[in-house]
């Protein structure tokens, strides 16, 4: 079974920037990968999400600040995150799921859910 693990998360002032990485256990070239990123006490929320097609797609909040590359020779994906705010604060999660995407727009998220999701990585963004 697919297994991820995040790495890269930290702390940075609120306009800086951070990468995060997902490193897939096997090949992905033909999994649905995804980013959330989850706050205590509040719904995890969908960040991106990039497709077996190169394509990636992402929340209706993230507006530019972050995207979502691949690197299908080493099977990492990233997301970059630039002018982090202090709401971008939280727990970032990576998922794989075989298949293309099915995207549910303007979410970051696919529909059905992902449930194969890394142990996660903490971004903490101070002023």
């Known amino acids: 079974q697919m297994h991820v693990v995040e790495s890269g998360g930290g702390s940075a002032q609120a306009g800086g920037s951070l990468r995060l990485s997902c490193a897939a256990s096997?090949?992905?070239?033909?999994?649905?990968m995804g980013w959330s990123r989850e706050v205590p006490g509040r719904e995890r929320e969908g960040v991106g999400v990039?497709?077996?097609?190169?394509?990636?797609s992402y929340a209706h909040w993230v507006k530019g600040r972050f995207t979502i590359s691949k690197d299908k020779v080493k099977n990492i994906l990233f997301l970059q995150m630039n002018n982090l705010k202090l709401e971008d604060s939280a727990m970032y999660y990576c998922?794989?799921?075989?298949?293309?995407?099915?995207?549910?727009?303007?979410?970051?998220?696919?529909?059905?859910?992902?449930?194969?999701w890394g142990q996660g990585t903490q971004v903490t963004v101070s002023s």
């Open positions: 096997e090949d992905s070239d033909q999994y649905c």
């Open positions: 990039f497709d077996t097609s190169g394509s990636a």
């Open positions: 998922a794989a799921e075989p298949g293309p995407c099915i995207v549910v727009p303007g979410r970051g998220n696919v529909d059905p859910p992902f449930g194969n």
